[in-house]
């Protein structure tokens, strides 16, 4: 449930990951490599850096570099192709402009002869990663470039002689470093004040564009990422439920039992009776996708009385 800035672990210092996932969504996050998401079936609701979309069947999804993005998609049957790869696979040239739209429709790979390009490219990396022949840095790395490289040329990119956003980027680089921040001083006092302060907005306007750009509100979004962490202590620690709870952000006992629960769906001592947690599939965040409510009607119910 990584909900913030997302550091991958890959099997050796070759900075490419493959993996395919079905019925699946994902917290809000950033992540320094790009990201294509490949709908092999079904369909996905994406949100990249507040550009809301579905995607169906033979779509591909691109999120570059340093983009926020999450998938409230749990209730939607999905089987869905992930590659991640460092931004040192293309050399230089990867910070030309980016894609006016992060989604690349089924008509649009086909009407730029990319279709099978894609599926050859899905198959050579999870082949080459999972086989490690000799050369397979290499015939991976000249795989991900041609086809980067040919939807580079045909997919519409921001003109290159436009000017940029200054105000607009330096807003998302702000939230990142808010996002990271969250991530190594989650067990500290971080109020919704202290956060709109840090980014120079109002509290109201700081609330509206966190929860535009995330999918949630901000203290919900903090209680996960507290959560998270007290599920781990928990699982691998022999600490008392009130470290735990300390230790994670939670004044006492009480507030985080109450919270673990309306995040998890159980109690911390419920938790680990649990044989097998899947904490992707225990959250608010999935069940309240479940109700459809998700983005538009998400409220500050969870922490209201706090």
Not at 43 to 54: A, G, K, P
Not at 114 to 137: G, M, N
Not at 172 to 189: G, K, P
Not at 213 to 226: A, D, E, H, P, Q
């Amino acid at each position: 449930m990584k909900a913030f800035h997302e550091v991958r672990s890959y099997d050796s210092d070759f900075m490419v990951w493959h993996s395919n996932y079905k019925n699946i969504g994902f917290l809000a996050h950033w992540h320094k490599e790009i990201e294509l998401i490949y709908v092999r079936s079904g369909s996905c609701r994406l949100s990249i850096t507040d550009v809301n979309f579905t995607a169906h069947a033979g779509d591909l999804a691109v999120c570059e570099s340093g983009q926020i993005h999450y998938s409230d998609s749990h209730h939607m049957d999905n089987s869905l192709d992930f590659i991640i790869f460092d931004t040192s696979i293309l050399g230089g040239l990867f910070e030309n402009p980016h894609f006016v739209h992060p989604l690349v429709t089924k008509e649009e790979l086909a009407h730029y002869g990319l279709s099978e390009r894609l599926a050859a490219l899905i198959d050579i990396v999870s082949e080459e990663l999972e086989q490690k022949k000799p050369y397979y840095q290499e015939i991976v790395i000249s795989s991900l470039q041609t086809f980067w490289f040919l939807l580079k040329r045909s997919h519409p990119r921001a003109e290159t002689n436009s000017v940029p956003d200054n105000r607009r980027t330096r807003m998302l680089a702000d939230f990142q470093s808010l996002l990271s921040y969250i991530d190594d001083h989650y067990a500290d006092n971080i109020s919704l004040e202290y956060a709109a302060a840090d980014m120079n907005f109002s509290t109201g306007y700081f609330s509206k564009i966190f929860k535009k750009l995330m999918g949630i509100n901000f203290v919900t979004y903090l209680n996960l990422v507290r959560v998270e962490h007290a599920a781990y202590e928990l699982r691998n620690t022999e600490q008392k439920f009130t470290e735990i709870a300390l230790n994670c952000g939670f004044n006492n006992i009480r507030t985080f039992n109450r919270v673990f629960k309306e995040i998890t769906g159980c109690t911390p001592s419920e938790f680990l009776q649990i044989p097998d947690p899947d904490i992707y599939k225990r959250t608010y965040y999935n069940r309240r996708s479940e109700e459809r409510e998700f983005v538009k009607h998400d409220s500050l119910t969870l922490v209201k009385n706090f």
